[in-house]
């Protein structure tokens, strides 16, 4: 199966199957490893939190474990197909694998000389092999991110486009994939009669009526598409904090001379579109891009000044706020463009996500301390959002 020699390339094995040891050779050396660990459970756990040098001595010694009878050979795959999916979760291709290989060697002994020549042969056993980094190697598929507050990286899916991390409740990606699987928001009539009934308020010179009218629109869209929202609005304080940000924004933008002006142009090369059978000419869209991409850095330095981004309820960085942003744009033009063209505007976007798969983590239920609705935490959580109040709750409430 391709996904077992994937699993063993990636470890640097060498071989293409399980090594089977003499039984008695093989049971003195897990004992070795299993020194301090006590069982082998134990110790499959506790080398999975390691690096690329510890999945590799797992793989070694689930083969001897399997040698000396201490497993099955189904298991045995299962837990080196786990330390498999930790190494692709950690790295983006065969190359940068590679090159934590060779760090971690260095970290255990002086053998880089050793450590480059194995990342270069695995690199060339994968290629042979015709496995592509990104092979599925089972389990769920989701959002690659690391957290910027602890450090903890993703590690199933989450609920809505908008990934929390599992350990400590921070913002820390955006899914697009799932986003463009629920479709563009659509608001319904309710929204476009609260637009039509704001009409004045929108059209003010007056900076205060302005912004007024854009928190009712957008506390709307709430209302009307919550799954187009992070999955926090559903905490009142949150989604106050949420509406005020978002409506703050277009205030801002809708007030600079600049960006109306950037706005117009942008306006104008809407017309100037090109469609050929049923796609937009790339040139004509390129054009749209840069007017796009023109007003959207304007409206990045009226954030900036204004302190828009600081406002941000769930404390995103400026490069996520920003990708948040492009998001309906993308969504609204991919379905129209090429595949070179619409990896174009991905890479624009900075929506060209990285996804990995792997099996559901081990969870234990906690009770909300707000609403004590049961959740579903990882093992290492410490505080996350519960899905059914949307507000932070510290994992430690065990039910």
């Known amino acids: 199966m391709r996904e077992r020699r994937w699993a063993l390339i990636a470890a640097f094995h060498g071989g293409a199957e399980l090594v089977r040891r003499p039984r008695r050779e093989a049971e003195g050396r897990v004992g070795e490893y299993l020194r301090g660990a006590g069982r082998l459970e134990a110790y499959v756990e506790e080398q999975l939190r390691g690096r690329a040098w510890e999945i590799r001595q797992l793989t070694v010694t ?75 190697l089972g389990g769920r598929r989701f959002l ?19 990934v929390d991390c599992d350990v400590c409740a921070a913002l820390v990606g955006y899914d697009f994939e799932r986003a463009r699987a629920a479709g563009l928001p659509q608001p ?69 001379r600049r960006a109306r002006e950037l706005e117009g142009a942008m306006n104008a090369t809407v017309a100037a579109l090109v469609f050929e059978h049923g796609r937009c000419r790339p040139d004509t869209f390129r054009a749209l891009c840069d007017a796009v991409f023109a007003l959207e850095a304007r409206r990045d330095e009226l954030h900036v000044e204004h302190g828009v981004y600081a406002m941000h309820p769930g404390g995103a960085s400026r490069d996520l706020q920003r990708a948040i942003g ?49 959740v579903d935490v990882v093992a290492a959580a410490r505080r ?16």
């Not at 059209?203 to 302005?210: F, G, L, R, V, W």
């Not at 996350?384 to 039910?399: F, H, M, P, W």
């Open 62 to 136: 689930i083969e001897d474990a399997l040698s000396a009878g201490m497993v099955e050979e189904e298991e045995a795959w299962e837990i080196i197909l786990r330390g498999a999916r930790v190494n692709q979760a950690r790295s983006r291709s065969w190359e940068e694998h590679g090159e934590v290989w060779i760090a971690d060697i260095e970290g255990v002994s002086d053998g880089r000389a050793s450590g480059v020549g194995e990342a270069r042969d695995m690199v060339a056993a994968a290629e042979a092999a015709g496995l592509p980094w990104e092979l599925d």
């Open 144 to 162: 690659r991110a690391t957290c910027p507050v602890c450090g903890a990286p993703t590690c199933r899916p989450a609920p809505t486009a908008f």
């Open 188 to 256: 319904g009539p309710a929204y476009e009669a609260l637009r039509a009934e704001l009409a004045p308020l929108l059209a003010s010179s007056a900076i205060h009526d302005y912004r007024r009218a854009q928190v009712q629109l957008y506390d709307a869209f709430v209302e009307a598409c919550p799954a187009a929202c992070p999955i926090r609005v559903r905490d009142p304080d949150y989604r106050a904090r949420h509406v005020a940000y978002l409506a703050e924004g277009a205030t801002r933008s809708a007030f600079d």
């Open 326 to 374: 492009n998001s309906l744009f993308a969504q609204g033009w991919l379905p129209y463009l090429d595949d070179a063209t619409g990896a174009e505007l991905l890479a624009r976007t900075g929506l060209a996500l990285a996804y990995c798969t792997a099996p559901p983590p081990p969870t234990r239920a906690i009770a909300c301390e707000h609403c004590d609705a049961t």
């Open 384 to 399: 996350v959002v519960c899905t059914c109040c949307g507000r932070i709750t510290a994992a430690a409430a065990a039910t």
